[in-house]
């Protein structure tokens, strides 16, 4: 377990209802957060500290209005 990295190669986050994922700062799709990923889009945003269920209820989900 001391290995480099071991422990995030090996262990996954679920993201379950979302409550305790934050949107753009957790890792949680693709190994990589949303800010660093789409780092433009994180400047510009408003909403830098949502949660991953706040977001889908303001209307981020799948088929949401946002």
Do not use: I, P, Q, Y
């Not at 290995?3 to 990589?32: A, I, P, Q, Y």
């Not at 977001?55 to 209005?65: A, R, T, V």
């Amino acid at each position: 377990m001391r290995e480099e990295g071991w422990f995030n190669s090996h262990v996954r986050r679920s993201v379950g209802d979302g409550k305790n994922t934050l949107f753009w700062t957790d890792v949680w799709v693709g190994g990589v957060s949303l800010r660093d990923r789409f780092n433009k889009l994180f400047d510009s945003s408003m909403l830098k500290g949502e949660s991953v269920f706040a977001m889908c209820n303001l209307g981020w989900g799948k088929d949401g209005g946002a």
